[in-house]
T-cell receptor, first 112, second 118 residues
């Protein structure tokens, strides 16, 4: 089983739609969580951190469910510019190896 | 601001050749790392360094060497290229030396190096 699993998509949605992605992680000792965004043939960039209480940044909302070991990203009022791959990222706490583990990403295509 | 600079951006090698991917950052970041990205696999950590003179292995270190003689530079060496090393390689850095203190943080990536091994 992969440490971080995501539905690869693609999610094809019209402009203005609300779309949600889920991500599951296997290491229950993981402490910190992030969503990164990667445009086609570009480098990943941090979109937002995910806090235990949930957090919002404009049209983006991230949630964490420790009991079920998943995190989610909700995008409201989708824009064409939101088209990208969204990477779920988890801190590998307690493994003695200081690194982030990346999911393989969920591709979003927002259509006019 | 240059940020994280990787060279070359594209490279084609023949099986058995060796080469070095260069990574330099001008942000005085202590932590630097190399990832490879393959379709459907996500980014996988090859090697990382928490400061000059200190390196450690990641998930997929075989076939790669690294060194960290300065804070700024973290080159990745392919010893004897194989077709399985065809990938996109990303160098990433962060100011945080201590993951314990910060529980991870933002990684700043270079633009990537696309390597094809024939």
């Amino acid at each position: 089983r992969k440490e971080v699993e995501q539905d690869p998509g693609p999610f094809n949605v019209p402009e203005g739609a609300t779309v949600a992605f889920n991500c599951t992680y296997s290491n229950s000792a993981s402490q910190s969580f992030f969503w990164y965004r990667q445009d086609c043939r570009k480098e990943p960039k941090l979109l937002m951190s995910v806090y235990s209480s949930g957090n919002e940044d404009g049209r983006f909302t991230a949630q964490l469910n420790r009991a079920s070991q998943y995190i989610s990203l909700l995008i409201r009022d989708s824009k064409l510019s939101d088209s990208a791959t969204y990477l779920c990222v988890v801190n590998r706490w307690g493994t003695g190896r200081r690194a982030l583990t990346f999911g393989s990403g969920t591709r979003l295509q927002v259509q006019p | 601001n240059a940020g994280v600079t990787q060279t070359p951006k594209f490279q084609v090698l023949k099986t058995g050749q060796s080469m070095t991917l260069q990574c330099a950052q001008d942000m005085n970041h202590e932590y630097m790392s190399w990832y490879r990205q393959d379709p459907g696999m996500g980014l996988r950590l090859i090697h990382y360094s928490v400061g000059a003179g200190i390196t450690d292995q990641g998930e997929v270190p075989n076939g790669y060497n690294v060194s960290r003689s300065t804070t700024e530079d973290f080159p990745l060496r392919l010893l004897s290229a194989a077709p399985s090393q065809t990938s996109v390689y990303f160098c990433a850095s962060t100011p945080d030396r201590s993951w314990v203190a910060t529980l991870g943080g933002e990684l700043f990536f270079g633009e990537g190096s696309r390597l094809t091994v024939l």
